[in-house]
């Protein structure tokens, strides 16, 4: 079984004995929707890389071992009950500027806006972030660069990112600076990513953001009264 259908076994097991069960996030149980992230044994989602929890079989432990399950370690993610953490964080870095809002009317043929495929596969491995936290709870300063990097990059990437690239940027990361620690490329974070993206997205975002400020000060100075 799963290690989720383990906890589902574990709180019957409470519930028959008039306890309460353990809380704990899960929706999807297919590694997409991110919801199931806690620590396992004192890694995030557990001793198998590129795994989410819902992913982790219990065949990948030994019989008779001991695991101790705790929820994220991180100031930013607060504790709701047991295994239930807070990540309203991560949705105020999106509300801030993860999303695109310029028309772009009805769907047009794929081969219309020519893109590079390697742009088009950056894109899509930023794209595969599913907003879990195990970045932020594996990295020892509680930095959520790598999620914010990926948000960031699977939009500013593409061509139909441009229009608000610089805005989106700053926008994004001052919110997750608001949040969360500041990164120092200990490299635990793309360790414990269940879909193993790569922290060069941490570098195009600081560049991006780099660009940003210098653009955003050109503008500053081209305005009227």
Not at 7 to 20: H, I, M, P, T
Not at 28 to 33: F, K, Y
Request: proline content about 5%; some cysteine.
């Amino acid at each position: 079984m799963s290690f989720l259908e383990m906890l589902d076994v574990v709180n019957e097991g409470l519930v028959a004995e008039g306890k309460e069960p353990i809380a704990f996030d899960h929706d999807c149980r297919e590694g997409i929707c991110g919801s199931c992230g806690m620590m396992i044994n004192g890694r995030a989602h557990g001793p198998e890389r590129g795994t989410a929890t819902c992913q982790l079989f219990m065949r990948k432990f030994r019989d008779g071992d001991h695991i101790y399950v705790e929820p994220w370690r991180a100031r930013s993610f607060p504790i709701i009950k047991d295994l239930v953490v807070d990540r309203s964080a991560f949705d105020e870095i999106i509300a801030s500027g993860g999303f695109i809002t310029a028309p772009t009317g009805s769907a047009v043929d794929g081969n219309l806006v020519p893109i590079p495929k390697p742009v088009a596969d950056a894109s899509m491995d930023a794209a595969a972030c599913i907003g879990c936290g195990a970045c932020v709870a594996a990295c020892p300063n509680g930095a959520a660069h790598l999620f914010t990097a990926a948000k960031l990059q699977h939009l500013n990437l593409l061509p139909q990112g441009q229009a608000e690239r610089w805005d989106r940027t700053v926008a994004m990361v001052d919110t997750m600076e608001s949040y969360f620690g500041s990164c120092t490329m200990h490299g635990e974070c793309e360790a414990a990513c269940p879909k193993e993206i790569s922290i060069d997205f941490i570098a195009l975002m600081n560049r991006d953001y780099a660009k940003a400020q210098l653009k955003q000060r050109r503008l500053v100075g081209q305005s009227f009264p």
